[in-house]
């Protein structure tokens, strides 16, 4: 499984940017799928989760503001962010678990990982 994120950038605070994570595996559609976020000296964050019926959960600190959605026809994976803020400013991966029941929050439960793309959020 190959996993490739995209989308990251400069925004300015409030602002909104949209990430697509696309997956090669065929396993995509029976699999949760999420996105963490990671800046340096910190643990990976878990943002955000989808399972494959489309219910998802999300961060504390992001709910209201970023919504997560999958087309599993196109093995892709969105994270829609709105209201952007300067702590928001992070590498965002995305992620592909092995099971299709349960969203966890801690990133070592997670088989397979993208590349991660920047995000970026002037203040």
């Known amino acids: 499984v190959q996993l490739q994120a995209s989308g990251g950038g400069l925004v300015q605070a409030g602002g909104s940017l949209r990430l697509s994570c696309a997956a090669s595996?065929?396993?995509?559609?029976?699999?949760?799928m999420a996105w963490f976020r990671q800046v340096p000296g910190k643990e990976r964050e878990f943002v955000a989760g989808i399972r494959p019926s489309g219910s998802t959960d999300y961060a504390d600190s992001v709910k209201g503001r970023f919504t997560i959605s999958r087309d599993n026809a196109k093995r892709t994976v969105y994270l829609q962010m709105t209201s952007l803020k300067h702590d928001d400013t992070a590498v965002y991966l995305c992620?592909?678990?092995?099971?299709?029941?349960?969203?966890?929050?801690?990133?070592?439960?997670?088989?397979?990982w993208g590349q991660g793309t920047l995000v970026t959020v002037s203040s």
């Open positions: 992620a592909e678990d092995s099971q299709r029941a349960l969203i966890y929050t801690d990133a070592f439960r997670y088989n397979y």
């Open positions: 595996g065929r396993t995509f559609s029976w699999h949760v």
